[in-house]
DNA sequence: CCATCTATCTTGTCATCGTCAAGATGCAGG
DNA sequence: CCTGCATCTTGACGATGACAAGATAGATGG
């Protein structure tokens, strides 16, 4: 009877590190930042208050935690949106800025946590590997419009990552932030403005016809 | 002698909200956000635990106030920055670009914090209003940009602001959270790489020479 | 099979914090 | 003078992060 029942409480959980990852992520998007806290974490999973604390020692540490999850599960998403369009760079560039700000629509406060530089534990190897791995993903995206506009020089391409992350970065703070004042903006006819990063980076150079 | 004491402790604190809020953005910058609390902030400035509550409300309130008047001074940082160069619309706009930068790197935490969605009462007036007119500046800061491209439909006008203000906005962030590897990044190597937006923006039409 | 070791989890405790309620103070206006 | 009211204080309660010490159970080695 008690031996199969895998509800029961037990002293030893077998698992707690990634439920209390899981349940974390959930309340983190559920109820906001500040109200994520060890302890109301340790009732949500029915633990004693301070079993979190084992695994990641500080509020900082869980933090920490999930932000690392958060930059392994962005870099797929990247990576997914980037081998969706491998021809034409201008498509490839626009499915990677609507995966990025995808991911952060998805799931705002992690997306804010994860690039916030004062509530992280930033010596954390794991959250150095994570974050890593999503910024060289960005880098790569960013290549087709390197090649398209003849950039060799390692400075000049790393000025073109900075432009474009800056940019679908901006746009990814500013849209969960609600600052965008309009609706989902006619695509075509702003194309057709000039006002779209990809747009003016994939333009004929002044001088051609 | 105590009638002329100014530093005497008083019951009635006479400009305790101000008081307060001085030394809540230099507490913010100092001790980071997660360490702006109503207590320490009443102990900073000599004054019950439960003072500043009265002017406050909740702990939202305070940062609320203190996001107000950061909007203050950011819309006027970008309307001095405006006023610079009033004829040359590249330096027009990267001046503009450089003191959004500035505000945001003298005060990352502050910074960080008027964009918050989760952190702030958006249903403040004071908040609303200050927000507002700072952004009324950014828009104003746009306008040359959007004469040059003969833009006049208020979509367009309206992308293109999202569109500058989205760039500067995510370089603002990614500087504050340390993720732009390079050094300052020679300026003039890089406007001739076409990395820069203005540059994008204000680049000759294809088709011209 | 049993003893020991160690990671895992619990219980207890303390200082700090946000928030509310009730009271004290002193300025301002009648 | 004195009454009203904004301002500030005192006191209290529940929740939280952090730490220390103990209990438990699976793993290891004899």
């Known amino acids: 009877m008690t031996g199969g029942d895998s509800t029961a ?58 932000a690392t999850v958060g930059f392994t599960r962005f870099e797929a998403v990247l990576r997914e949106a980037g081998e969706a369009a491998p021809t034409d760079p201008l498509a490839h560039m626009r499915a990677a800025e609507q995966a990025y700000l995808g991911f952060a629509r998805a799931q705002p406060i992690l997306f804010r946590l994860m690039f916030s530089a004062g509530l992280l534990d930033w010596t954390d190897v794991a959250l150095q590997q994570s974050s890593g791995e999503a910024r060289r993903q960005l880098s790569d995206l960013c290549s087709p419009a390197a090649a398209y506009r003849g950039l060799d020089d390692p400075a000049a391409r790393l000025a073109l990552e900075h432009l474009v992350w800056s940019t679908v970065h901006g746009r990814a703070h500013l849209a969960i932030d609600d600052k965008l004042d309009a609706a989902p903006e006619d695509a075509r006819a702003l194309q057709a403005a000039g006002c779209d990063l990809a747009a003016l980076l994939f333009a004929p150079p002044a001088g051609t016809r």
């Open 9 to 66: 409480p037990r002293y030893h959980h077998g698992d707690l590190r990634n439920a209390l990852v899981d349940a974390g992520l959930a309340m983190l998007e559920r109820d906001g930042l500040s109200a994520l806290s060890l302890r109301a974490l340790a009732a949500s999973v029915g633990v004693s208050h301070a079993a979190p604390a084992h695994h990641f020692g500080t509020l900082e540490g869980l933090r920490t935690a999930l």
